[in-house]
């Protein structure tokens, strides 16, 4: 598979801020690649260095083989779908539609028969005359999108584009953002700061922070293997609980840092008396069997959304429990919760690196 | 008392009290109309009972009143069109980014903006003396004019640009426009209203300059209406109908373009001057 | 050569266009007049020094002459009450405007715009307008003040000393009034409403609401409103030429009107630059109020 971007060693920096630290990241032609992270971990300006609104400090960057450090982004043939959407407000739908054909310089008639194609594919055939003021939240939305397929770019840029949207039509826009993609055989590159958005939507998922790239693979590699407590707290929702541990004097048991003391077998046998961080996600914990081993401790809350019973452990650090039902478990009970070993993680108590169980 | 009510009676303390306030605007209109015989009586009418329109042709010719606002006009076209489009330009650079250099581009903006035309005409006047720009007195006035009204275009011109989002023009960019192409297609046009309203303010602003026109053209023949209304009134003038005649028709035609564009002049302007 | 033109369309250099050419544009209009403006200020400069470029230099001979002169102190004194008394009356009659168009009743808005048209007028028809208002003997300010019993002879507004700086005051209230109430309207109107209703749910009454929420969420719009009166008060020039010429005697005179009358009349270039140079100092400081009061618009 040929690589349709490829950055090799990209800095940016604004003054003396270091916003792009040596980024390396090739993304296939025809795949969806997701850039999630905090806000301020560099992921905008990574997308905007793609389309050519910022300029990269060094290092290079190749669009379809070509290098295209300092390209203006008029030459770079890229189309981005903006959070605003950045509709000209003076045009009609249909002249934001066609509007960088016009520029291309295609014919009248041709640019009309583009844009009747895409609005048949988009569900726009009845809104092509209207203004962008005169549309719907969802509405724009889709002329967005639709005014980046029509140029048949090399890639898409997507920043945020569904962050203005509500919940309902921000589930079912995923779904047909994905599918276009699939469809038109596109390469899309997909700036978001919801894991959940990237997650679902996404082939190969890039964890940014703080300028670099810390983990990025495949969705469920991110969630199953996380590089580190960052990518791990990050991944998954409601976020990984985290408890400071030490393992026992023979390695098999992790001895944790709860107010009282709690133990669990280690997933292998570990060093004598190590410190080390335990990450336990909050889906994979469950009502003990009777006998069988696990952490025990009182009720502090319990939240149900109907589907699902959210149970706060009165502990500190505070555990949270996801049980996919209707629990019977109150508050103030004291509960024993057992976890399967092999979806224990665990994490070098300084350097937050995963620690690989051999 | 019902909402209604209320409203109607605010409504009516509002009129009166622009009755008031714009009394000095109606008595110019009433004394020009008046005869000059009407205008010393005792006590004075507040109503023209026999408006003498013939007034306004007579001091038209004999005021020589078309030379005059043709000056006006010339000198306050030449100001706006150097104003605009010097001055879009740099505003629309100013709304842009932030910066270090861009505060201080502003603030000596802003500090050109207030400095008094009385004060700075002493050494433009000497400086154009020496560069011999005093041989086209209507030209130099407008360099003038326009050095001086152009921190306040900037002003102005620039709270309308930052009202069109950064986006739009990066969407032009990516859908193939150049800085310039995507300055011009969608910039511009987006920015156009309050262009050209700040322009208005500003053609209005010349229209009426005083200070720059009286100290640098001494040739009646290209003097603006200002100055002529300045040697029309003598210290011990008796014409009052004939000034206030002539002031009519000097300032009629701003009036009205500003009635009719009052809530875009007056949105305009608070946008700039303040947020 | 080609990386200066794609600078130009694509990069940064489009911003230096635009921006550099109007700005030395203003440099060379405005910067370089207010640097000789002190130059000239250290030089004897008449009418036969006025077109050489090398001249007498007198160090600060005008500085020192100008103090000496006995119209000096009378005159920036007058320049003070013209601004303190034009500012207040301006401030205070805008603020009542503004805060009864508040009340927001059909009409407010356009009926507000249109006391505007005060500023948008020539200043010499203003003055023109006024000089005629307020004339002695058939002025309609006299008989209206007659009439209402306030005085019982005519007063000559233009020609009595102790008269004719207010009456230049006069006419410079009415004409900044309006400004400074749509200013005003505006920060008013910034002022969010449920602040008004948590205050009455705390018991507030009107008076009070208005000294404890309004004046201090408004502050920095009256600090800059203040800052833009002294400005534009030192700024005016017509109203004067207009109305009283400065006299009777310097009665009425300001610095900004002398400034132009010391060159243009007695044709001392050299000390209208003193005085140019001294008030062009006071309205710098005026204006760095101003830029601060709204520093939050400058950042955008």
Known sequence: MTNQIELSGVNKYYGAYHALKNIDLAIPKGSFVALVGPSGCGKSTLLRSLAGLETISSGDLLIAGERMNGVPPRRRDLAMVFQSYALYPHMTVEENLTYSLKIKGVKKAERKKAADDVAAVTGLKDLLSRYPRELSGGQRQRVAMSRAIIRNPKAFLFDEPLSNLDAALRVHMRKEIRTLHDRLGATSVYVTHDQVEAMTMADHVVVMRQGIVEQHGAPLDLYDRPINRFVAGFIGSPAMNFIDAQSSADGRFLLLDLQSPQVLPAPASLPPDQRVVVGIRPEHLRPAAGGEEGLEFDVAAVESTGSASYVTAATSPEIVVVLNERSAIRRGERVRFAVDTRQIHLFDATTGQRLDVP | MSDTSRDRLMLVVALAMAAIYLFPLYWMYVTALKSGSDMFASPPSFWPTSPSWGTFAYVWESRNMGRYLWNSIVIATGAVTLVAVLGTGCAYV?????????????????????????????????????????????????????????????????????????????????????????????????????????????????????????????????????????????????????????????????????????????????????? | MKRLTSSVTDGHGFDAVLVGVPFTFLFLLSGLPLLYNVLMSFQEVDMFSLGSFIRPFVGFENYADLFRQPETVPILINTVIFVLGSIAGQFVIGFGLALFFWTNFPGASWLRGLFLVSWVMPGLVVGAIWNWILSGDFGVLNFMLREMGLISGNIFWRSDPSFSLWAVVLANIWLGTSFNMILLSVGLSAIPGDLYEAAEMDGANAWHRFWTITLPMMRSTIGAIIALGLIFTLQQFDLFAAITDGGPNNASNVAQYWAWDLSFRQYDFGRGATISVIMTGFVMLAAMVYVRSTRHEVRG
Do not use: C
Request: hydrophobic letters at 55%; aromatic letters at 10%; glycine letters at 6%.
């Open chain 2, 94 to 275: 100013l709304a842009r980014y932030r910066s270090v250099w861009v505060d201080i581009g502003l603030f000596l903006i802003l500090m050109l903006q207030v400095l008094p035309a009385s004060l700075m005409i002493t050494p433009i006047f000497v400086g154009f003396t020496q560069m011999g720009l005093l041989e086209y007195p209507r030209f130099a006035v407008v360099l003038a004019i326009a050095a001086k009204s152009m921190p306040f275009f900037v002003v102005l011109v620039r709270a309308t640009f930052m009202a069109v989002p950064v986006e739009l023009e990066e969407a032009a960019q990516v859908d193939g426009n150049s800085r310039i192409g995507a300055f011009v297609n969608i910039v511009l046009p987006l920015a156009r209203n309050g262009i050209l309203v700040s322009a208005i303010l500003i053609f209005m602003q010349a229209f009426g300059e005083f200070v720059y026109s009286k100290s640098i053209i001494q040739d009646v023949s290209l003097q603006p209406a200002s100055v002529g209304l300045n040697s029309f009134m003598g210290p011990n003038t008796s014409e009052w109908n004939n000034i206030m005649a002539y002031a009519t028709l000097y300032v009629t035609p701003i009036l009205a373009i500003f009635v009719l564009l009052q809530r875009r002049i007056v949105s305009g302007l608070t946008s700039g001057a303040l947020k």
